[in-house]
């Protein structure tokens, strides 16, 4: 009899871990595909999992009830009960998937009443099995704490569900085939649970003894804290997530595989922590030992807080940037998210069980008690997660958010040790959290944090400068603004996303360029706002009456006015300019404009929720929004991104259009792709004589085509990227520490026409082509330039540079990119030879000087090559040159401190060298150099304290290392 009962327990078991895997892949589907029709904006996500988790609770509640009904008459037809419950939720998961996937592809405010109705019909299914199966096992002759063993089982499906959907179902087979996935799986539950059915089943009422109810009274006055509790734990669980994810997006980035990675850990840490009741002896609970575990998770909160702010330094010491391998980088990440998330996850997954525990004194109606038991956990989820999204996130942001879920978290205990008169706990407690509190505040370091160092390694908070002039945790990203060598840069997430100087040329073609590939461009849109230079260079046009801007993060557009205006001409400030807060996709379907040129550069497509304006989808909506002879452009990268990644977006973008031109950005690692319904047709005239921004259209723009086509032979064997199947979101990832340019500059350049045929096929007036050939041929050979220089060999690299600036020294970027290389050559050769007679080294930095006067490490290395031969009259020359140029520059203090103190003026030389170290804080030589004149003044104390402060920042200096031991013995 025990063994038949065991057997049947055991596949009860597995059919809830298997339905645990199926409710969670519906939820990442329905946020997936929901995303698409309402935008990827965190309101929308937030409200999507919010009415998941709302039918959850309705149904635990609900059918908590319906199940002791049921079970009073005839408890066998739970069983049957169950199998169509897991049956309807199939069902209704393929009518949701197919509607909600409609919705992406059209407008209308009905869809907002169709969602609701279908999330919460198949929520409340799924949310009615909970209570359901605790009834079910309990028949079985299980006590009470097998609620913990039921949470475990049915969360750590959960963690195995979003595990595979997001590392492997979605990528390989696509959301629909994993829809049907997740239906098999309902399916099965359901068949095992029927399978389990007997007629001949016993419930063990287990009837209170003597001692439970002299107890009974003091379990029904703890029915308010133990319910508190719960709720509480709901909410402020769902607002860590939240924060966590925009946390974690910041030190790892803000990839599909950050937000997986954090869902994971956190479903794996609450299915443990369920284990760990399940397998806790009855004679344990009290509602003391669950205030015990809500301060222990509040403890744990705030150490997790303190240990974030460290992750910088840390991860910049394992070099994180330069982990190649996709596989390495997860793990790694999946250690550093499980450190912090672990034991808040896991405390937290202890409250719930443990609650249901302590209730077993109901035990006539188990269904209801764990039903509401359930309903009050996520309705505390529920809140938690539109308050974080909508308030905490956007007005506090991420660590006053953090500090204030914590206080929340700490609030019911408090109240708890003041009813029982525990004073000395109370005080004790919050000095402990007080003093937590505090620490984690002033160790959590925006300015790193926003770095970027996952991406830039050495370069996010070594290099000397950079200081951060605004930060912002917005709605949708963390948007903040540093200021390096006089360039402001817009980072969002920590990645820099557009600057004042270094990829301003990009950003201008996407404005310049489409708009005299039109006719008659009236109506322009311009999707992302960044810095707003793309925008302001369109508005520049005469022929532009009507421009919108569509942009995400409205904390973008306050940076544009205030740090970029500039670059972007006011282009806000501008009355024929419309700026619109709205998700890209979102805002195209529901508008009934027409454009004429439709210019589109969303960031990256590892970046979440960028992929989707890489789709199939994406471009034919772009295309129903174009007026006759529309264009569409494009901007891709080909820097960290693999050749079939790039290949799939060429593929997929000529799928649409019928008519395509491929361009190449003025620095090579960008290219542009234009699209239209007809074949474009240029006004050469009107194209060739615009000037504006420093661009002569003539020489600059034209250089930058490459094919009149995207041909067949380019995307043999490409996917086409749709929404069915992101790929393209998902594979970007792999390849974001990896240096893709070889192949993909490779890649385009096999397939860039001969410069005459391009020029027939474009058909350009024959006035204008002999200097045209000329050009494109200079911008082959840079090219072929960077292709030799990506692959180590730098003297090929210059060759080809020094032979295109004779084909046409005027070429874009061509004697920019020569000035690059000489300097990098001359330190080479400085590196091998030394600084004496090394003439060779002085050339080719005087030259790089020559050809770009403006580039500031051909000044800064000529001023250290003179220094070390001993010229230091042409080097004070040097620097007074550099000091109108380079204001900023701590550098040029630093080496005018130098010479200041070999003329024999050393407290004029410590003055400097302190000036140039507040202007650049973070750079190792400034700081090597302060250390060399302290110990030239014998005060060894101030010189050991300034290289330890170098070897923080760089680890790698040998030398500095070796000068700091001996300094210190």
């Known amino acids: 009899m025990f063994s038949?009962?065991?057997?049947?327990?055991?596949?009860?078991?597995?059919?809830?871990?298997?339905?645990?895997?199926?409710?969670?892949?519906?939820?990442?589907?329905?946020?997936?595909?929901?995303?698409?029709?309402?935008?990827?904006?965190?309101?929308?996500?937030?409200?999507?999992?919010?009415?998941?988790?709302?039918?959850?609770?309705?149904?635990?509640?609900?059918?908590?009830?319906?199940?002791?009904?049921?079970?009073?008459?005839?408890?066998?037809?739970?069983?049957?009960?169950?199998?169509l419950i897991e049956i309807s939720v199939g069902l209704f998961a393929y009518v949701n998937f197919n509607l909600f996937s409609s919705f992406s592809l059209a407008a209308g405010q009905y869809r907002y009443f169709v969602v609701l109705i279908c999330i919460l019909i198949h929520s409340f299914l799924l949310g009615a099995t909970w209570p359901m199966m605790f009834k079910m096992i309990l028949s079985m002759g299980e006590d009470w704490n097998v609620a913990g063993k039921i949470t475990f089982i049915n969360t750590f499906g959960g963690f195995i569900g979003a595990a595979s959907s997001n590392f492997f179902l979605i990528a390989n087979i696509g959301l629909e085939k994993t829809l049907f996935l997740a239906i098999s799986l309902n399916l099965l539950a359901s068949f095992m649970v029927l399978s389990s059915y007997s007629?001949?089943?016993?419930?063990?009422?287990?009837?209170?003894?003597?001692?439970?109810?002299?107890?009974?009274?003091?379990?029904?006055?703890?029915?308010?804290?133990?319910?508190?509790?719960?709720?509480?734990?709901?909410?402020?669980g769902m607002g860590l997530e939240i924060l966590w994810m925009r946390t974690f997006g910041l030190i790892f980035g803000n990839s599909i595989y950050s937000f997986s990675i954090l869902l994971a850990v956190i479903l794996l840490s609450l299915s443990l922590g369920g284990l760990i009741i399940g397998f806790m002896k009855s004679s344990k609970v009290s509602i003391n030992g669950l205030i015990n575990i809500i301060v222990l998770g509040v403890i744990s909160i705030l150490i997790g807080m303190i240990l974030i702010g460290r992750f910088p330094e840390i991860l910049l010491s394992l070099k994180i940037n330069?982990?190649?391998s996709f596989i390495s980088y997860s793990l790694l990440q999946f250690v550093f998210v499980g450190v912090i998330v672990v034991i808040p996850a896991m405390l937290s997954g202890m409250v719930f069980p443990y609650g249901v525990r302590m209730l077993k004194i109901y035990n006539n109606i188990p269904g209801t008690i764990s039903g509401f038991s359930y309903f009050i956990n996520t309705l505390g989820s529920v809140f938690g997660g539109l308050i974080s999204a909508m308030f905490i996130l956007p007005f506090l942001g991420i660590k006053n958010g953090l500090i204030f879920l914590t206080g929340l978290f700490f609030f019911l205990p408090v109240i708890w040790f003041i009813s029982k008169k525990r004073n000395k706990d109370i005080f004790f407690l919050t000095l402990i959290i007080f003093v937590l509190g505090l620490i984690a505040f002033k160790t959590w370091d925006e300015r790193k944090l926003a770095s970027g160092v996952y991406y830039y390694g050495g370069r996010a908070m070594n290099e000397g400068g950079w200081n951060m002039i605004y930060y912002k945790d917005g709605r949708e990203s963390t948007v903040s603004v540093t200021r390096y060598r006089g360039e402001n840069?817009?980072?969002?997430?920590?990645?820099?996303?557009?600057?004042?100087?270094?990829?301003?040329?990009?950003?201008?073609?996407?404005?310049?360029?489409?708009?005299?590939?039109?006719?008659?461009?009236?109506?322009?849109?311009?999707?992302?706002?960044?810095?707003?230079?793309?925008?302001?260079?369109?508005?520049?046009?005469?022929?532009?009456?009507?421009?919108?801007?569509?942009?995400?993060?409205?904390?973008?557009?306050?940076?544009?006015?205030?740090?970029?205006?500039?670059?972007?001409?006011?282009?806000?400030?501008?009355?024929?300019?419309?700026?619109?807060?709205?998700?890209?996709?979102?805002?195209?379907?529901?508008?009934?404009?027409?454009?004429?040129?439709?210019?589109?550069?969303?960031?990256?497509?590892?970046?979440?929720?960028?992929?989707?304006?890489?789709?199939?989808?994406?471009?034919?909506?772009?295309?129903?929004?174009?007026?006759?002879?529309?264009?569409?452009?494009?901007?891709?990268?080909?820097?960290?991104?693999?050749?079939?990644?790039?290949?799939?977006?060429?593929?997929?973008?000529?799928?649409?259009?019928?008519?395509?031109?491929?361009?190449?950005?003025?620095?090579?690692?960008?290219?542009?792709?234009?699209?239209?319904?007809?074949?474009?047709?240029?006004?050469?005239?009107?194209?060739?004589t615009f000037k504006s921004d420093n661009f002569n259209i003539g020489s600059d723009i034209m250089s930058l085509f490459c094919n009149t086509e995207i041909s067949s032979e380019m995307v043999t064997n490409s996917e086409i990227n749709i929404d069915n199947k992101p790929t393209l979101e998902y594979r970007s990832p792999f390849n974001l520490r990896k240096n893709t340019l070889p192949s993909n500059f490779s890649f385009i350049l096999k397939f860039c026409q001969e410069p005459k045929r391009l020029l027939d096929n474009l058909e350009v007036p024959q006035e204008y082509?002999?200097?045209?050939?000329?050009?494109?041929?200079?911008?082959?050979?840079?090219?072929?330039?960077?292709?030799?220089?990506?692959?180590?060999?730098?003297?090929?690299?210059?060759?080809?540079?020094?032979?295109?600036?004779?084909?046409?020294?005027?070429?874009?970027?061509?004697?920019?990119?020569?000035?690059?290389?000489?300097?990098?050559?001359?330190?080479?050769?400085?590196?091998?030879?030394?600084?004496?007679?090394?003439?060779?080294?002085?050339?080719?930095?005087?030259?790089?000087?020559?050809?770009?006067?403006?580039?500031?490490?051909?000044?800064?290395?000529?001023?250290?090559?003179?220094?070390?031969?001993?010229?230091?009259?042409?080097?004070?020359?040097?620097?007074?040159?550099?000091?109108?140029?380079?204001?900023?520059?701590?550098?040029?203090?630093?080496?005018?401190?130098?010479?200041?103190?070999?003329?024999?003026?050393?407290?004029k030389e410590e003055k400097l060298l302190l000036e140039a170290y507040s202007l650049e804080g973070w750079n190792t030589v400034i700081i090597n150099n302060l250390a060399n004149f302290y110990l030239s003044k014998g005060d060894e104390e101030k010189a050991i304290e300034m290289l330890e402060k170098s070897v923080i920042i760089d680890s790698d200096q040998q030398i500095v290392l070796k000068w700091l031991r001996e300094l210190k013995n």
């Open 4 to 83: 038949h009962y065991l057997r049947r327990k055991q596949i009860l078991y597995l059919a809830f871990f298997v339905s645990g895997i199926s409710a969670i892949i519906y939820e990442i589907l329905w946020i997936r595909v929901l995303s698409l029709a309402f935008g990827a904006v965190t309101i929308i996500i937030a409200s999507v999992a919010s009415l998941f988790l709302l039918g959850l609770c309705l149904g635990s509640f609900i059918g908590g009830r319906f199940t002791d009904i049921v079970s009073k008459h005839k408890l066998n037809y739970l069983f049957i009960l169950y199998f």
């Open 199 to 236: 007629r001949n089943y016993f419930f063990s009422n287990n009837l209170i003894n003597v001692k439970q109810l002299k107890e009974k009274r003091v379990f029904l006055d703890g029915k308010f804290w133990i319910f508190g509790l719960m709720f509480f734990t709901g909410f402020v």
């Open 322 to 324: 330069l982990i190649e």
């Open 489 to 688: 840069a817009l980072r969002i997430n920590g990645k820099v996303d557009a600057s004042s100087k270094g990829d301003r040329e990009t950003q201008l073609m996407l404005g310049h360029v489409p708009v005299l590939l039109s006719r008659n461009p009236k109506n322009v849109l311009v999707i992302g706002l960044g810095s707003g230079t793309t925008a302001g260079a369109v508005n520049k046009h005469d022929d532009v009456t009507n421009l919108t801007v569509v942009e995400i993060e409205p904390e973008v557009a306050k940076v544009a006015e205030k740090y970029f205006f500039e670059v972007n001409n006011l282009v806000l400030s501008d009355p024929e300019t419309k700026l619109v807060i709205n998700d890209a996709r979102n805002f195209l379907l529901k508008t009934k404009d027409k454009y004429d040129v439709i210019t589109s550069e969303p960031s990256n497509p590892w970046i979440a929720g960028e992929g989707s304006l890489f789709t199939k989808e994406f471009f034919e909506i772009g295309k129903s929004k174009l007026d006759n002879n529309g264009i569409f452009f494009q901007w891709l990268h080909l820097y960290n991104i693999g050749q079939s990644e790039v290949k799939s977006v060429l593929a997929t973008f000529k799928s649409v259009f019928p008519h395509t031109l491929i361009l190449i950005g003025v620095e090579p690692n960008d290219i542009f792709l234009a699209g239209s319904n007809e074949k474009i047709d240029i006004d050469w005239n009107r194209f060739i």
């Open 769 to 907: 082509r002999e200097s045209l050939i000329l050009t494109l041929k200079a911008r082959k050979k840079l090219l072929e330039a960077e292709i030799e220089y990506e692959k180590g060999n730098i003297d090929n690299a210059i060759y080809l540079l020094e032979e295109a600036i004779k084909d046409d020294k005027n070429t874009p970027h061509v004697k920019e990119r020569t000035a690059e290389l000489y300097v990098e050559k001359a330190d080479e050769l400085i590196s091998s030879m030394g600084f004496i007679n090394n003439s060779v080294a002085e050339r080719y930095l005087i030259d790089s000087i020559y050809f770009a006067p403006n580039y500031y490490n051909g000044s800064i290395s000529l001023m250290y090559l003179y220094i070390n031969q001993g010229r230091l009259k042409e080097a004070e020359e040097l620097i007074k040159e550099s000091e109108k140029k380079f204001p900023w520059s701590g550098a040029v203090l630093m080496y005018k401190g130098i010479i200041t103190g070999l003329n024999g003026d050393s407290s």
